[in-house]
């Protein structure tokens, strides 16, 4: 649909056309370009505020948090799903689209390690196949036989609930029996690659130790697929490995900064390597940890590394 607007001179926005640019956004986020999914979903948010139907902006929002969410900028995704929430309640108190609004809580909830409160969010969700993957992410870590007992009899009526099932299993297993864990990763992983879900090892983190160990014992093209995706960056098309995530506008002086916060060096042992005030530090600390939305250095660090900003 995009291609045949484009080939004619229309943008999809303009003719408010979102079910395509959502489409669109998600694509790209799942694939791994989290960049691009991100822009393309702020600008069908943008565009759909004041000008769409509540359906419409909703699934734009979804979009803008899932790449938020993947991001690791959870408590922005989470902001984003409040006030999806609220324009909706406003225009359709009883609209349907409230239980996907819920899923997409729940999941950055567990993204956040907020498990007490993704359970309660997972509750509240109708029973569906989409309720038992997102409690079997909530439960997994403490009652993995019972996890493992639902996910090996669950049928799976998609490709991608079959790929999330089968690293559901191989989380089960990680502990307990590394062979059966390392069978379902690699047949789970091979169907993400296969269907374009390069971000799915996001989803089952506990995994990415276990993918690097398989994929350093018997290289595997989908298993370093997803874990280069998992550590922030993707292969282009060009297959060149290049960082994703939005881009940020770090001036020199923050860049000169994140540089120093591996050595865990002091603010005034930075300052006198520097040849700046300590004062000059922290404003810089403070901006640096803003637009990495992260609140500790650690958390920087981390960031920064899957950005590509700092080598592993």
Known sequence: ???????????????????????????????????????????????????????????????????????????????????ARDDLWSACPHSAMATVLLWAEADALIRAGDHMRAERVVRALPVSESRTMLAARVLGPHQPARVARVMTNLRATSPAVEAHRRLQLAECYVTTDAGLSG????????????????????????????????????????????????????????????????????????????????????????AEGLGISVNTVKTRMQRLFRKLDVSTRDEAIAAARRRGLLPP
Do not use: C
């Open 1 to 83: 649909g995009l291609t045949w607007l484009s080939e004619r001179g229309r943008d999809a926005l303009d003719l408010r056309q979102y079910t395509f640019v959502v489409a669109q956004a998600l694509t790209r986020t799942e694939s791994g370009d989290l960049a691009a999914g991100r822009a393309i979903a702020d600008a069908a948010v943008a565009a759909a505020q004041g000008n769409a139907a509540v359906g419409d902006l909703t699934f734009a929002r979804l979009a803008q948090t899932r790449a938020l969410a993947l991001m690791g900028q959870v408590p922005a995704a989470l902001e984003t799903i409040r006030q």
């Open 183 to 270: 069978s379902h990763l690699v047949q789970g992983a091979r169907l993400a690659h296969q269907h374009g879900m390069a971000m799915i090892l996001l989803d089952h983190p506990r995994l990415v130790e276990l993918a690097r160990k398989l994929a350093n014992r018997d290289p595997d093209v989908a298993l370093s697929q997803l874990i280069a995706a998992a550590d922030g960056t993707r292969t282009n098309q060009m297959g060149e490995v290049v960082p994703v995530g939005a881009p940020l506008a770090l001036s020199a002086g923050e860049l000169e900064l994140l540089r120093w916060l591996p050595g865990r060096q002091t603010r005034a042992d930075i």
